[in-house]
């Protein structure tokens, strides 16, 4: 099977499930959605699904600039030793029908709870998989009684519940008067973001230049506003009737926003590890090549085509003494772990 090589992704065209007169329109799984994977891979991989059902595996070209593109069953061309584990969620992934970041994160637990990741990932998603299950029956029965009496397709709800449960704002929304919490509670992923955002200054190393730090700091911050109005905008559909078609329009942005978001827990949840890397300018470059996967889109301008051509340390700067290999897998593994933790509300 031929690797392709793309500069450039077309923009994320995800639709709305939304009640609108009498229908209800079907939400699109075209989009790229980041997966939690655990090879020794710079940057990570994402999935791309088309509005045809093809799926690719996208991958940053380790050669060079730019995005390998294989067919998502074919990793194995992209030249890197896979895990077991990223081979198990790719290969349920590519069994979807329909992909959705929900669907993503509920392969990703599966793959784990099958005994393909570490010991400890496996509890955690033993006992994660039902309880996320459990969030979304009651979640929606909330959102039923909340909305009794607007005219309003069953199923929004039902999309709805596992959308909120995907942001993890199920703990946020409660019954009777108080259905949802204030504004000042805030979603776990949201809480780790702006911290990080908040710290990341601080927390890079300054032997690779200003002007990346600068940028990849600039990058975050737009990313950050873009994941806060994400969940302004589930706040607004929970609260009223009205605000859930007002939104039909803007919710292209909402998905493409929810289809990255583990992406950019990653990118918080790597940043932490920057200060306990053997080498924090490859820890750096890390951080930059995964930026790059999650804003890699057409007409790349400013800061994201700035980090789509930085430089990235060689093999040569690593610590001999450390195996790069064996180091950036259990690191992955420790990732994995924190990722599932919270999706039941943890760090």
């Known amino acids: 099977m031929e690797t392709r090589f793309e500069q450039h992704l077309v923009p994320y065209p995800g639709a709305f499930v939304a009640f609108a007169g009498l229908a209800v329109t079907a939400a699109s799984s075209a989009g790229t959605y980041f997966l939690p994977t ?112 607007w005219m309003i397709d069953p199923r929004v709800f039902r999309w709805l519940a596992g959308v909120l449960v995907e942001a993890g704002m199920a703990s946020l929304i409660g019954a009777g008067a108080d259905f949802l919490a204030p504004e000042s509670a805030s979603p776990p992923r949201l809480t780790l973001l702006r911290d990080t955002v908040a710290t990341l200054p601080e927390a890079l190393p300054d032997d690779r230049g200003e002007a990346i730090r600068r940028r990849l700091c600039n990058v975050a911050k737009a990313a950050l506003g873009r994941i806060e109005a994400m969940y302004d905008t589930l706040r607004d559909l929970v609260a009223s009737q009205g605000m859930i078609a007002a939104y039909r329009d803007a919710a292209p942005q909402l998905f493409a926003d929810l289809s990255t978001l583990r992406g950019w827990t990653r990118f918080c949840l790597l940043a932490r590890e920057i200060s306990h890397s053997p080498s924090r300018s ?49 690191r992955n593994e420790r990732i994995l772990r924190a990722e599932i933790m919270l999706e039941v509300g943890n760090i």
């Open 38 to 149: 655990t090879s020794p891979l710079i940057g990570g991989v994402a999935v791309r699904a088309q509005s045809g059902g093809a799926l690719d595996a996208l991958a940053l070209n380790v050669f060079g600039t730019g995005v390998l593109v294989v067919p998502a069953d074919c990793i194995d061309d992209f030249g890197f030793r896979v895990s077991v584990f990223d081979r198990a969620l790719l290969q349920g992934v590519s069994g979807l029908r329909r992909v959705t970041s929900g669907l993503v994160m509920r392969e990703t637990l599966r793959a784990a709870a099958a005994g393909f990741a570490g010991r400890e990932a496996q509890t955690l998603a033993r006992a994660v998989a039902p309880e996320m299950t459990r969030r979304r029956v009651e979640l929606r029965r909330r959102l039923v009684s909340h909305a009794a009496g």
């Open 282 to 330: 490859h820890a750096l470059g890390d951080l930059v090549a995964l930026a790059q996967l999650l804003t890699h889109k057409k007409d790349l301008t400013g800061d994201e085509a700035f980090l789509a051509n930085a430089l990235r340390p060689g093999l040569s700067d690593w610590p001999p003494e450390t195996d790069h290999t064996v180091y950036a897998m259990s």
